[in-house]
């Protein structure tokens, strides 16, 4: 799913605005994953304006250009009941974001010895 938050003029639009999606999709764990373009996000354009406008970027410029452009990326657990997901979303001015729904197969029975308790500050994982 994409949704898109333009904003015309900056002095009457509100700087969020949240959207509430209901999803339908089969009850169970899913991991929802998304990736956001935003002014303060991979926004490379922003980046160059701050690194002075340089006519001709170094290789390091460009390095740094390069990597500001990728989408900003999160990812969350989260249960689908009733054969929907209900999530909250907030989008900030300008914001692009994209969202990707994948059901959840637990593969952790299949591993006798996993012990997440042995990884160091974590204790003990339900």
């Known amino acids: 799913m994409?949704?898109?938050h333009p904003v015309a003029d900056p002095a009457t639009d509100p700087h969020t605005h949240t959207l509430s999606l209901a999803l339908p999709l089969p009850?169970?764990?899913v991991v929802v994953r998304r990736a956001r373009v935003h002014e303060e996000a991979a926004n490379p354009w922003a980046a160059w304006q701050a690194m002075?406008?340089?006519r001709w970027p170094?290789?390091?410029q460009w390095d740094a250009l390069r990597e500001l452009a990728e989408p900003h990326r999160t990812a969350w657990p989260?249960?689908?009941l009733n054969g929907r997901l209900e999530i909250d979303l907030e989008l900030v001015r300008n914001e692009v974001t994209l969202v990707?729904?994948?059901p959840v197969s637990d593969e952790t029975p299949s591993y006798p010895g996993?012990?997440?308790s042995r990884v160091p500050g974590y204790g003990q994982v339900p």
């Open 2 to 4: 994409v949704a898109w």
């Open 27 to 29: 009850d169970g764990p």
């Open 114 to 116: 996993l012990d997440d």
């Open 78 to 80: 989260a249960t689908a």
């Open 52 to 54: 002075g406008r340089p």
């Open 58 to 60: 170094t290789l390091a």
């Open 100 to 102: 990707e729904v994948t």
